[in-house]
């Protein structure tokens, strides 16, 4: 079966830092995999989404980037993190149907 | 005007209770409706998945698409304290599409 798995759960980073969040699927081959970020009230926005290896669209510019070095693997970063990139960050992933997502890294900058 | 709005509640039921949670969407487009449990601090876990209208059962969980008003619904019935979650609505066009949720519905169900 398909597993999604996201680490860290909780991370706590000072201003300026650099930030890595990595996202790994199993079972399944060639996947879309999304970066997501939900703040409270405000609902799901898509930040990245990867169709293959190397192949990344940005939905909004912002202080973050992200890459697939692997095709079942996507990780999200940060050169220097703002207080604003506090949130709720998921990854997720589809073939040919809804998005289906990591339990979710809880990102605090102090 | 948003691609789907949903009522964030608070929404605060007994146990037993039959629970609606309802959205409502733009784009007449939209063919494939998703619903998600959302449990805190955790990510959304996929709870039904349909496409065009009619409804979709899957134990105490009924899901319902009205594509004439724009309207989706998720119905539990016997409502549990497990269910206790924030409940989200998505919906696209299509599968390889953009995907648009609701901001989630808060649900509490008191034992």
């Known amino acids: 079966s398909q597993t999604i798995h996201q680490w860290p759960a909780t991370l706590v980073q000072p201003v300026g830092s650099p930030l890595s969040l990595e996202c790994t699927v199993e079972g399944t081959s060639n996947p879309n995999l999304y970066w997501y970020r939900q703040a409270a009230g405000r609902g799901l926005q898509l930040l990245f989404y990867?169709?293959?290896?190397?192949?990344i669209s940005s939905e909004v510019p912002q202080n973050l980037s992200a890459s697939r070095p692997q095709d079942r693997q996507f990780i999200l970063s940060s050169k220097k993190l703002l207080l604003s990139d506090s949130g709720f960050y998921l990854c997720?992933?589809?073939?040919?149907?809804?998005?289906?997502f990591g339990q979710g890294t809880r990102l605090t900058v102090v | 005007q948003k691609e789907v709005e949903q009522d964030p509640g608070p929404l605060s039921v007994p146990e037993g209770a039959i629970v609606s949670l309802n959205c409502t969407y733009s784009n007449s487009a939209f063919q494939y409706f998703m619903w998600y449990r959302q449990y805190s601090r955790k990510g959304p876990e996929l709870l039904m998945y349909t496409y065009s209208s009619g409804n979709k059962e899957d134990g105490r969980f009924t899901a319902q698409v009205d594509k004439s008003s724009k309207y989706i619904s998720l119905f539990i019935r016997d409502s549990q304290p497990s269910d206790s979650a924030t409940y989200l609505c998505?919906?696209?066009?299509?599968?390889?599409?953009?995907?648009?949720f609701g901001t989630g519905t808060s649900l509490t169900v008191i034992p």
């Open positions: 990867s169709v293959g290896i190397g192949q």
């Open positions: 997720a992933w589809s073939v040919g149907g809804p998005r289906l």
């Open positions: 998505a919906t696209s066009q299509n599968t390889g599409n953009q995907f648009y």
